[in-house]
């Protein structure tokens, strides 16, 4: 898709999610088909927790994927075709293992060899994939992402390389992961440690200890992780770095680990008796396999994902003055939903308010969701206003936006374990670059205010 865009200077590979995974019809009546729009889209996590928590199961989800790193739609491709596949449900343990592991075993290496091979003969080219057996599922929006994908796929086959070769491609591979160390250790030595309580709120604070160790754990400062071969999946890439907060168990609701549950809590019953660390990586573990059998339901008639790679600011015009790309293929041009992930900490909250409304439905149900990571102020009203260079209610004018939240003075998530924190962080009172602000999670629903005032 042809477009302006800004030259990417620093290019981090953001391969896992770092938030809680939310159900993006969450605030759809149940009824309704669902056209969403991902800018942002991160890894897969949200489209399985929504295939997991609908409460209607025959809902139409007709998805539009949107990332500027094309190996994020690549990671999510390969690991919807295999859960796709796995109707005996064999190969879970194999497909976390390289959806989320710097390192795996053997096992899960021929797994994601065979699948990247078995793609590779399909997607000959953009036709013939979209009439293949995965062509309902996984759709190309345009055929420089196609291409894109389809040599990610091949670059995760290591099966012709010879001894040397791959000697090479580990030393590569670990260098990739050493280019990451700069910032991991600048950010420990101002915020102490990676700590995210989000993702276990409201019990953030008991996790606190569990989340730093599974940071570590994951990164292989502790050895054990770093055994096995090199994961492809997070391949040696000359133009770009590993995120250097990425720990899988992000993504998943943690709190689950460290608070009573109900009886009826569907998870219940399996939750492990082990302590600590592993406790949440086996929680994770169970939320990953149940969410990842509801997609495979889902996948079957009612999903479709649609992957475009490009800058998200860039694809919301193209889409809006009606790309050249999707002429001929059905594919939704205004959206139910649109998620923005935490692209503004990236691009601007303005813009991003400002390209993604132009895409909503002109109805009252449309809703456009922003995040921010950042502490931007003392408070979410403050934190608001900050982000918006003035007063809020005058600047959500502009694109005729109302944040729903501030409109009825409610929300379903908290700050409160952040704010707290940055309080008793000494480094969090000088706010200077990213790595040494605060953490501040903060989830806005935004819906068109001319239609929810009448
Ligand atoms: C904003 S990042 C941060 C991680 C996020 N908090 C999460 O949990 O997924 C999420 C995704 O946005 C993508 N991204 C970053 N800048 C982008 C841009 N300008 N346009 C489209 N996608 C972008 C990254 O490649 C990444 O996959």
């Keep these: 898709m042809i477009s302006p865009s800004s030259i990417n200077t620093v290019s981090v590979f953001s391969a896992i999610g770092n938030t809680p995974a939310v159900c993006l019809t969450q605030d ?10 991902l800018l942002g889209c991160g890894d897969v996590r949200n489209v399985l927790f929504t295939t997991y928590s609908d409460t209607n199961p025959r809902r139409q ?3 539009t994927c949107c990332d500027i790193e094309s190996a994020v739609l690549a990671r ?7 859960l796709l596949d796995d109707v005996d449900e064999l190969n879970y343990d194999s497909i976390w293992s390289f959806y989320y592991h710097l390192y795996i075993d053997d096992q899960a290496l021929e797994l994601l060899q065979a699948q990247s091979r078995k793609l590779r003969e399909l997607a000959t080219s953009i036709e013939p994939w979209h009439r293949s057996v995965y062509g309902r599922l996984l759709r190309f929006c345009d055929n420089g992402t196609f291409v894109s994908v389809r040599e990610i796929w091949k670059s995760y086959d290591l099966s012709d390389l010879s001894q040397i070769e791959k000697e090479l491609y580990k030393t590569r591979f670990e260098a ?34 569990d989340l730093s160790n599974l940071h570590q754990y994951f990164w292989g400062d502790g050895a054990p992780a770093r055994e096995g071969n090199p994961n492809p999946m997070f391949g040696p890439n000359d133009t770009s770095t590993l995120h250097y907060g990425l720990n899988p168990l992000l993504g998943y609701r943690l709190s689950t680990v460290y608070i009573p ?9 399996k939750l492990p008796m082990n302590s600590g660390r592993y406790k949440v990586a086996q929680a ?12 495979r339901v889902h996948a079957g008639n009612s999903l479709t994902l649609r992957f475009v790679a490009g800058d998200a600011i860039a694809v919301c015009n193209a889409i809006l ?39 909503l439905k002109p109805t009252f149900l449309a809703i456009l969701y922003t995040e921010v990571l950042l502490d931007m102020g003392r408070n979410r009203a403050e934190q608001l206003d900050n ?33 707290y924190d940055n309080f008793i962080t000494p480094s969090a009172s000088r706010v200077q670059t990213d790595v040494e602000k605060g953490q501040m999670r903060s989830r806005i629903a935004w819906r068109l205010s001319m239609l929810l005032h009448t």
């Design 176 to 209: 990739g992961i050493q280019k990451s160390l700069p910032a991991r250790t600048a950010y420990l030595a101002k915020r102490n440690a990676f700590k995210c309580l989000w993702s276990a709120s409201p019990a953030g604070f008991l996790a606190l200890k």
């Design 61 to 63: 989800h007709d998805i």
């Design 387 to 419: 982000l918006l260079c003035c007063p809020s209610p005058t600047m959500s004018i502009l694109p005729g936006l109302t944040p729903v939240e501030y409109w009825v003075n409610a929300a379903v998530s908290t700050a409160n374990e952040e704010i």
């Design 28 to 37: 759809l009546p149940y009824q309704h088909a669902a056209h969403i729009l």
């Design 284 to 295: 994770a573990h169970f939320q990953f396999f149940e969410w990842a059998a509801s997609f």
């Design 261 to 269: 549950l109900d009886i009826k809590y569907p998870l219940k019953q």
């Design 321 to 359: 003055i009606g790309g050249e790309d999707y002429e001929g293929e059905v594919a939704p041009v205004t959206f139910d939903i649109i998620d923005t992930s935490n692209l503004a900490d990236h691009v601007g909250f303005i813009n991003v308010l400002v390209a993604a409304s132009q895409l």
């Design 76 to 82: 999510n491709g390969i690991l919807s075709s295999l």
